[in-house]
């Protein structure tokens, strides 16, 4: 099973790819957070997109094609990608590599959102540098004043989390958006969710579109 969210950055791709894993049981694959941590720990690949990911760039097909057929063949029961794909070369490799390692592109879902309401939105937002974890200090808090709820590690704003990276993110990409978005429209597993709403009502509102029969763990 392979879910593609799609979405600008802020619309909560983020929150809505952890809860789609703990009810799916599929990993939840952020590109973006494992590119930072590849240019954390200094890795070839991470010295090589530094700069790229610093100018709130994005990185190049060529890089991201081999990544993502590295992490789906790690991953062959499939996963739920964010992040990618971000332009119609990669949407196109991404249906490429899901035919060759048999793994279907069962939904693509679109997380839609006014570009406003993200700039106030990622004001208050913090991410957990130990597990990833993303909180958002009005809408979705932490137990604890600024601290992970799973590892107690200090919460902290992501330095590409300012106010022109990100109205220059959204830029690139609206750029691609439409594109994108008709190459999938028309296909059965795509859905589009406003997520400018409660978190738990949006969740369930995705889980109920993609006929999730299963039983998770959460109370309702
Ligand atoms: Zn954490």
Not at 39 to 63: F, M, P, R, Y
Request: hydrophobic share 35%; net charge negative; proline share 5%.
């Amino acid at each position: 099973m392979l879910i593609v969210l799609l979405g600008p950055p802020g619309a909560g791709k983020g929150t809505y790819a952890k809860k789609l894993e703990e009810a799916l049981g599929i990993p939840h694959i952020s590109t973006g957070d494992l590119l930072r941590l590849e240019v954390a720990s200094k890795t070839e690949l991470g010295k090589k997109i530094e700069k790229t990911l610093t100018n709130g760039e994005l990185v190049s097909d060529e890089i991201m094609a081999d990544y993502i057929e590295k992490i789906l063949k790690e991953n062959p029961n499939g996963v739920i990608l964010d992040g990618y794909p971000r332009n119609m070369k990669q949407a196109k490799k991404l249906d490429e590599l899901s035919l060759k390692l048999k793994i279907n592109l069962d939904y693509v879902i679109n997380c839609d959102i006014d570009d406003e309401v993200i700039i106030e939105r990622l004001k208050n937002r913090v991410v957990c540098p130990t597990c990833g974890r993303v909180y958002n200090l009005i809408s979705s808090p932490p137990k604890r004043d600024k601290v992970c709820d799973n590892d107690g590690t200090p919460l902290v704003h992501r330095e590409d989390d300012n106010e022109d990276v990100v109205r220059h993110r959204l830029e690139i990409y609206r750029k691609n958006y439409s594109e994108i978005l008709n190459y999938y429209r028309n296909r059965p597993g795509f859905l589009t969710v406003n997520t400018d709403g409660e978190i738990d009502a949006v969740f369930k509102s995705i889980l109920e579109r993609i006929n999730w029969s299963g039983t998770s763990q959460e109370e309702k």
